[in-house]
């Protein structure tokens, strides 16, 4: 009696375990089919000797396919204060949502902005990026087509875009700045072989419409192999980047414009 009451107790226990082990198997297995993996991580630069942190997502297709193209995007000086926004701007805003993108994007912090607060704020360092490319990016993910490499970024951002293009033109398949990209005029032609998409709106007080005007006449008096596009809103403000990058716009799908490019 006794080991039959044992049998009981054991055969009740196992039934409790069992039933347990199947209440955590939804937590696992019914997750949505799209999950972003995103990585946070920061570096000290020997460029300006600051740490820098930085998010980079990896596509569901990173680790089965050959290459990955890559985006790397730039916030604007309102956009990186906090470092919760590496993974809340630009193209996060799509990741987000739950549309896929078949691209790494990695996106850098600028801590002069924390630093020094927004009146003091120093530009994007075409070297910082640089580095961030080449010691941080290209070495922890092997994965990356350097075939196709394309840089982002809004207001500030976008300054950083066009100055990193202007710098290193051979490492670049494309550029999309928005509401910005000032090119500093000895470096016009550098631009002549980087496939460029500019976005601005006529009313933007923040930076106004002549800085990316200016920029795209500029590329276009040394006859790019490739003529800028230059997408102008009327009233829609200096905050345009949100609907450009999360894909709200139907018509602006500036990722499958990006993938015709390569180097």
Excluded at 44 to 53: A, E, I, Q, R
Excluded at 89 to 103: Q, T
Aim: with cysteine.
């Amino acid at each position: 009696m006794r080991t039959k009451g044992l049998s009981y107790i054991i055969f009740f226990m196992l039934l409790i375990l069992s039933s347990c082990s199947k209440e955590r198997v939804p937590s696992t297995t019914t997750k949505v089919t799209y999950q972003p993996n995103i990585i946070e991580d920061g570096y000290v630069s020997k460029v300006d000797n600051l740490y820098h942190k930085y998010a980079v997502y990896l596509p569901d297709n990173y680790y089965s396919s050959e290459s990955t193209p890559l985006i790397i995007f730039l916030h604007g000086a309102g956009g990186g204060r906090n470092p919760e926004d590496l993974t809340k701007k630009g193209p996060y805003r799509a990741i987000n949502k739950g549309i896929k993108l078949d691209f790494v994007v990695a996106s850098l912090l600028n801590p002069d902005i924390i630093l020094h607060g927004r009146e003091m704020v120093n530009l994007w360092n075409s070297e910082v990026i640089n580095e961030f490319l080449e010691k941080e990016i290209k070495v922890l993910y092997k994965n990356i087509d350097i075939k196709r490499i394309y840089i982002t970024g809004h207001s500030m951002g976008a300054g950083g875009t066009v100055r990193y293009a202007a710098d290193y033109p051979e490492k670049v398949a494309a550029i999309v700045p928005i509401s910005g990209g000032r090119l500093p005029e000895e470096k016009k032609c550098n631009l002549k072989e980087v496939p460029a998409w500019f976005f601005h709106s006529k009313d933007d007080i923040a930076v106004p419409i002549s800085v990316s005007q200016n920029t795209v006449d500029l590329i276009n008096s040394c006859l790019p192999t490739v003529i800028p596009k230059f997408t102008v809103f009327n009233k829609l403000g200096h905050g345009i980047s949100y609907f450009i990058y999360d894909k709200s716009d139907e018509e602006i799908d500036i990722y499958s414009w990006m993938l015709q490019y390569s180097k």
